[in-house]
């Protein structure tokens, strides 16, 4: 879901800035408690495949702190390969830590690589076949 449009056709609730910033919240209480003993925080929606990796994206910027969103995708790609964070999610979230786009900015690749896919005919995360040369 990209749009409230989207939400309302498919039925759905659209996230909310209210959303991410309880989402952020958790996710700070989360940080400050693992200081004073190792926590593990599970992150999941109903597919796991936009707005759960879209949560933990979030959270891993905030973790990491400002400039450093690239690493936080590297580190969310590590973790779970075949992921598109949903971009409304991650919009809330860039404004609500100020990151003045650099959050969407890094995970736009992920969408070209996405689109890619699909004009090939390829499942998202689908393995890319190795195409030979033929033999003459």
Not at 38 to 55: D, E, K, M, V
Not at 113 to 123: K, V
């Amino acid at each position: 879901m990209v749009s409230r449009e989207d939400a309302a056709a498919l039925h759905a609730k659209a996230p909310t800035a209210a959303d991410i910033r309880t989402i952020l919240r958790f996710g700070r209480d989360c940080f400050i408690s693992s200081k004073a003993a190792p926590t593990h925080l599970l992150i999941h929606c109903n597919a796991g495949a936009s707005r759960s990796p879209a949560a933990a994206y979030a959270i891993l910027c905030l973790w990491l702190g400002k400039n450093r969103e690239i690493q936080a995708k590297d580190l969310l790609l590590r973790i779970k390969q075949d992921v598109v964070p949903n971009p409304m999610v991650v919009a809330y979230a860039d404004r609500l830590l100020g990151r003045e786009g650099k959050m969407l900015e890094a995970i736009r690749t992920l969408y070209a690589e996405l689109n890619d896919d699909i004009d090939r005919g390829m499942a998202p995360g689908e393995a890319k076949p190795e195409i030979q040369p033929e033999s003459q």
